[in-house]
């Protein structure tokens, strides 16, 4: 359990603290504070810290700063705190500030005249009790995912205590990190533990900075290798923008996403949850290339999972839904995407057409090219089914343009 740094910053006596670079992290969670007391902060760091360097043991020049910084980076500190005065740091120089921006690393500046004794006592005192509200949050979530409670009526008698938000239809996000076999069998054991404990923080980071503005947030729960968002409120389009920022963010790991059919209360989050692993197992053994699967298309997608060789899957889609690609046109997919809005309101042209917004001569149109390059009729029902299957492929290898 951990505060961010954003919450440090707002801690009553520290005022004084500024922030100089790396606004777009300071979600990163503190696990605790670190005073640098040698030339380099490498060896002594495990990732998580809020790093003080005071220049008192040490000379800190600009080449020494800039070496905490990378070092600071290479480790995944939570951010650098650098003390300014007259004695010993005059000032943070700008290729520091350029630098720690550049990285996204937080970087702030602390004045001299701010007794560490007294930050670090605030700090710590914050870390414990913070920790203590966090790990009752995160027991009662804990509780009514595994369904394992003495009574519901005592656990929402504390998560009211606890300002939990919990009698809200939510629906459950699981993600789990792949290829840790792939990370072991390429480096030694040590090297790859490190990388995956710090790809778990930033997978841990990413996810609690993204739900940030969400409404009605809940902590995020880690179970195992498994991390659970319970989201009161999401779009598909927003999970496979989150799958694509967690493609970049964890390479060489990625992150798969399963999302589950809605929970009307907490009662139900144990099969939410069941069904959000579902959907994960399915993303994860098709390797989609989305990194995202929903439970309510997993009826059929648990047949194609057990097809042995993907690309007898993807051969049926490009076999389906190839003639209807134009690449020579502006939307490439505009026919594609009409059938889909067709298969999702049940072949009603009318429905389709307000959800495509477009006039119903225009769908009329776009059913004719439809039946024209595919050689087959939408009233044809081999033909409805055989899309209806290519269409849930081809939702997982592309991000929807329509819900």
């Known amino acids: 359990m951990s505060l961010s740094v954003e919450e440090i910053l707002r801690l009553p006596g520290l005022e004084s603290l500024a922030l100089r670079a790396g606004a777009r992290n300071v979600h990163r969670s503190v696990r605790w504070s670190y005073v640098a007391e040698n030339v380099g902060i490498a060896d002594w760091v495990m990732g998580g810290e809020l790093v003080f360097v005071t220049g008192i043991n040490h000379s800190r020049d600009e080449a020494n700063l800039l070496q905490l910084v990378r070092e600071g980076v290479a480790s995944g500190i939570a951010g650098i705190v650098i003390l300014t005065g007259d004695e010993f740091i005059q000032r943070i120089p700008p290729s520091v500030v350029q630098l720690a921006e550049a990285e996204g690393l937080p970087l702030i500046e602390?004045?001299?005249?701010?007794?560490?004794?007294?930050?670090?006592?605030?700090?710590?005192?914050?870390?414990?009790?913070?920790?203590?509200?966090?790990?009752?949050?995160?027991?009662?979530?804990?509780?009514?995912?595994?369904?394992?409670?003495?009574?519901?009526?005592?656990?929402?008698?504390?998560?009211?205590?606890?300002?939990l938000p919990l009698e809200i239809p939510r629906r459950l996000v699981a993600l789990r990190l792949s290829g840790v076999d792939r990370l072991f069998q390429q480096q030694e054991p040590e090297e790859a533990e490190r990388v995956l404990q710090l790809t778990r923080q930033r997978l841990l980071d990413h996810l609690e900075n993204w739900q940030q503005e969400r409404p009605d947030r809940l902590p995020v729960v880690i179970q195992g290798d498994l991390f659970v968002l319970l989201l009161a409120d999401v779009e598909r389009a927003e999970l496979h923008a989150l799958?694509?920022?967690?493609?970049?963010?964890?390479?060489?790991?990625?992150?798969?996403?399963?999302?589950s059919a809605r929970a009307h209360s907490c009662a139900e989050f144990p099969r939410a949850l069941l069904e959000a692993r579902q959907a994960l197992d399915v993303a994860e053994g098709m390797q989609a290339p989305a990194g995202f699967c929903d439970y309510r298309e997993l009826g059929v997608l648990r047949l194609l999972r057990a097809i042995p060789d993907r690309a007898v899957v993807e051969q049926f889609m490009k076999d389906t839904l190839g003639p209807l690609t134009e690449p020579g046109r502006k939307q490439p997919h505009l026919l594609i995407e009409t059938l889909d809005a067709l298969v999702q309101e049940n072949g009603n042209a009318l429905k389709a057409a307000q959800r495509l917004g477009i006039h119903r001569n225009t769908l009329n149109q776009r059913i004719a090219r439809i039946e024209a390059l595919s050689g087959q009729s939408l009233d044809d029902a081999q033909f409805r089914l055989n899309t209806s299957v290519a269409l849930l492929i081809w939702r997982m290898s592309t991000a929807p343009r329509h819900e």
């Open 110 to 163: 602390q004045p001299y005249a701010l007794k560490m004794v007294i930050v670090t006592h605030l700090i710590g005192t914050a870390l414990v009790q913070m920790t203590q509200v966090k790990t009752s949050r995160r027991d009662i979530l804990g509780q009514l995912l595994s369904g394992d409670y003495p009574s519901l009526e005592i656990v929402r008698r504390r998560a009211r205590h606890l300002e």
């Open 243 to 259: 799958a694509a920022e967690l493609q970049q963010e964890l390479a060489p790991l990625r992150a798969y996403l399963g999302l």
